[in-house]
């Protein structure tokens, strides 16, 4: 890709398919948790584990997030007295 100076590139390009920059916002916006384990194993011995945890969101949406987990511990903290 070759810069050119009489674009603006912190702008989404126009397209019916969007753009890079509408995927990230989109995705910072929703918020993507991934996770996910490996485990190998010999005659039922774990020789290797190996665990993957992965969020990425913006700010605002990990506060939200935190926000939700705390009330909902909350409440069923609250149900199990």
């Known amino acids: 890709m070759m810069y050119r100076a009489d674009l603006d590139y912190l702008e989404p390009a126009a397209s019916d398919e969007g753009s890079l920059l509408e995927l990230l916002d989109h995705l910072l916006d929703r ?33 939200r997030w935190r926000r939700t987990t705390t009330e909902r511990a909350s409440a069923v903290a609250g149900e199990h007295r």
């Open 31 to 63: 918020g993507v948790l991934l996770w996910g384990e490996l485990r190998i194993s010999v005659a039922d011995v774990e020789l290797i584990e190996v665990g993957l945890k992965l969020m990425l969101a913006s700010a605002h949406t990990a506060d």
